[in-house]
């Protein structure tokens, strides 16, 4: 009762990053299956899990009116009844994916119940009733929180038994055929997250750390860092020469032909 009632929390909090308490990224799989190990007393797993599900989500973002997969509930849910089976990444996967494709129209159905009280706040506003706008502004808040907490309280109370009779009637075939989707998907989430950012000027510089990372069996750190003295090199570089066209008075339509990207945001 009490790992459930804290990993509730845990999913109840996280739920409010992005929509109440600002962009933390605390919200993010990451971080939240750290807290969710810690819980369970299996903080190694947590990290593992937490990065392969961040890897698999690490594209998602809810663009305008978009609501994306409910990537909180379903990473926590996840994470914990991976761990509570024993099973690994592939049941964490198999739960978590499915999970927050069904909370997201949770997350839907409260994002229109909440308009009631917006037009609410708003009438209070009219009438200067600060602590009915006060109101209508806390209850959405704790929809958010329930959201998620309420599904992950009750699926916690389901036990480690129960999860472990689920988990081993599942054919063996679909476990693998899991675990071998669980190394695919973060392709799927850095192919997202690249549409987002790509490029071609900028594209040579992907390609030269996979290089890097391929063949020469370098680090993740050290081309991190490689990557670091790059970007200040080149900074030099064209600060410089940026200078000496204004120095010059040539400073009509100066452009950094290194970073300007595909997109021009005014």
């Not at 099973?87 to 009631?116: D, E, M, T």
């Not at 490689?226 to 940026?242: E, F, R, V």
């Not at 066209?245 to 339509?253: E, R, V």
Request: aromatic share 8%; hydrophobic share 55%.
């Amino acid at each position: 009762m009490i790992n459930a009632l804290l990993i509730g929390l845990v999913a109840g909090v996280g739920i409010l990053d992005e929509r109440v308490l600002g962009s933390s990224l605390f919200g993010r799989p990451l971080f939240l299956s750290i807290f969710v190990g810690l819980i369970l007393g299996d903080l190694k797993q947590g990290i593992i899990i937490g990065a392969q599900l961040e890897l698999v989500w690490m594209g998602i973002a809810g663009i305008g009116a978009s609501t994306p997969p409910d990537y909180v509930t379903g990473g926590v849910i996840g994470t914990a009844l991976a761990i509570m089976s024993g099973k690994g990444i592939g049941i964490a996967l198999a739960i978590a994916v499915p999970v927050a494709v069904l909370a997201q129209s949770l997350g839907v159905l409260v994002r229109v119940i909440n308009l009631y009280f917006s037009h609410r706040a708003d009438q209070y506003a009219e009438k200067a009733d600060f602590k009915g706008v006060a109101l209508m502004l806390w209850v959405p808040t704790a929809l958010f929180f329930l959201s998620a907490f309420v599904p992950t309280f009750l699926a916690m109370l389901l036990g480690a038994s129960r999860i472990n009779a689920i988990v081993n009637a599942i054919p063996k075939v679909i476990l693998n055929g899991l675990t071998i989707a669980g190394n695919l998907l973060p392709a799927v989430g850095f192919a997202l997250l690249l549409d987002m950012l790509f490029s071609k000027k900028l594209m040579v510089f992907f390609f030269f750390g996979f290089l890097l990372a391929s063949y020469l069996k370098v680090d993740i750190t050290a081309i991190a860092l490689m990557g670091s003295c790059i970007a200040i090199i080149l900074s030099i570089y064209t600060n410089k020469d940026n200078g000496k066209d204004l120095a010059q008075g040539k400073n009509d339509n100066v452009n950094d032909s290194l970073t300007k990207g595909e997109i021009d945001i005014e």
